[in-house]
């Protein structure tokens, strides 16, 4: 029975754990950007410029120009699911600074935007191709 209380213990202190990790800090003279999908949808990183992305969550920039590639799964309708692959191209990256990459979708069409730390939009995709 101690067993037990002690495997439950220990099952919510790391449920909890993982709820308390915090935004990523980027090394020193790198920027962050973050991802975030539209309620119901995921958006992964997978790749920058041309290696794979190091997180799932987000990316980890230089200053200057870079390629974002990200995979999204987009719900819809009765559980149906509509995969789409978004390439996003930002020339003006700056050190130690914080951005977003929004998905946000109107019927079928599907887009991904930039906004950096004020909410201003630096960039955003066409119609991005699903499947």
Do not use: W
């Amino acid at each position: 029975m101690k067993l037990l209380k002690l495997a439950a213990f220990v099952v919510a202190i790391s449920g909890l754990a993982g709820c308390a990790t915090g935004t990523p800090v980027p090394d020193k003279g790198n920027a962050i950007v973050h991802i975030e999908a539209q309620v119901g949808d995921e958006m992964n990183a997978r790749r920058l410029d041309t290696r794979p992305a190091e997180s799932l969550s987000h990316f980890e920039v230089s200053p200057g120009r870079h390629s974002m590639e990200l995979g999204i799964v987009a719900r819809g309708y009765q559980k149906s699911q509509r995969r789409c692959v978004a390439t996003l191209e930002y020339n003006s990256f700056v050190a130690d600074a914080f951005y977003t990459l929004i998905e946000s979708r109107s019927g079928t069409e599907v887009k991904v935007t930039l906004i950096d730390s004020k909410g201003n939009t630096l960039a955003q995709t066409e119609q991005v191709p699903c499947l």
